[in-house]
């Protein structure tokens, strides 16, 4: 593995480490995405307000397109 692995891998365990003693509820995958958008120059603030919002709407169901009885 090479060092600049082994640093990203390194980061990734300490955000995920740190996001499981806040309670954030991020799993690795989420977590490395957002880092990722991050690096790309995307607004951290931005990404936060993002995961508020969609923790805050209720989960589709697979029928959410019929219409209402």
């Known amino acids: 593995m090479t060092k ?3 640093t990203a891998r390194d980061s990734l365990d300490l955000v995920f480490h740190m996001s499981n003693l806040l ?4 799993d690795r995958h989420t977590i490395s995405i957002l880092m990722a958008l991050c ?3 995307v607004n951290p603030e931005s990404l936060a ?3 508020k919002e ?3 709407e209720p989960p589709h169901s697979p029928d959410s397109g019929a219409p209402p009885s």
Do not use: K
């Open 39 to 41: 690096e790309m120059g």
């Open 23 to 26: 309670d954030a509820g991020l």
């Open 4 to 6: 600049a692995a082994r």
């Open 49 to 51: 307000a993002v995961v």
């Open 54 to 56: 969609l923790r805050r």
